[in-house]
């Protein structure tokens, strides 16, 4: 494999056995911006719960339930919730257009707004912003990487449940 047009999302930081990988600053920024719009509520961004009911009110941490190492459970206060389950087909791929454009504006999740998605760990934050943005063509969507692994377990961030 040619490594000189491999993309490296990390940086080397340290030497020797002080030698850590961190995100490369320029990745660092959007993610930090994403969560300071979420924590002060700016009007111009909706953001947008796509973890399960459970989660989402607070039952479970994880999707899978597991107690381990886990931070507060709830939501973002304000986000609105679309389980990304409610856009997938029962053989898992994607709904059409018009079924994820329904769902959505069901949700009162439309294309005036910046879109933040969120889950856990970003996986099924990942799979919401795909279909926003290449199935139903929204201008500006975006994914806080941070999650709620990140949001959850942060003790100054506010929870709703």
């Known amino acids: 494999m040619d490594r000189s047009r491999q993309r490296v999302d990390h940086e080397r930081v340290g030497t020797g056995r002080n030698l850590v990988r961190s995100l490369r600053p320029e990745l ?3 993610r930090l911006a994403a969560g300071r719009r979420i924590r002060h509520r700016d ?3 909706l953001v947008l719960d796509v973890r399960s009911r459970a989660e989402y009110i607070g ?3 994880w999707p ?3 107690t381990e190492d886990t931070g507060r459970s709830g939501h973002v ?3 609105v919730h679309v389980p990304i389950d409610s856009l997938r087909r029962e053989d898992g791929t994607l709904k059409d257009p018009d079924a ?3 769902v959505f504006e069901a949700a009162g999740v439309d294309d005036t707004k910046t879109v933040i998605t969120y889950c856990t760990i970003g996986n099924r934050a990942s799979q919401a912003w795909f279909a926003l943005k290449y199935v139903l063509g929204y201008p500006d969507v975006r994914v806080y ?3 709620w692994v ?3 377990k942060a003790p100054d961030s506010p929870i709703e449940s």
Do not use: K
Request: glycine share 16%.
């Open 28 to 30: 660092r920024r959007p």
């Open 43 to 45: 009007p111009r961004y």
């Open 59 to 61: 039952e479970r941490f």
């Open 64 to 66: 899978s339930g597991a």
């Open 77 to 79: 206060p304000g986000a």
């Open 100 to 102: 994820l454009r329904a």
């Open 145 to 147: 990487y941070g999650s």
């Open 150 to 152: 990140e949001w959850g």
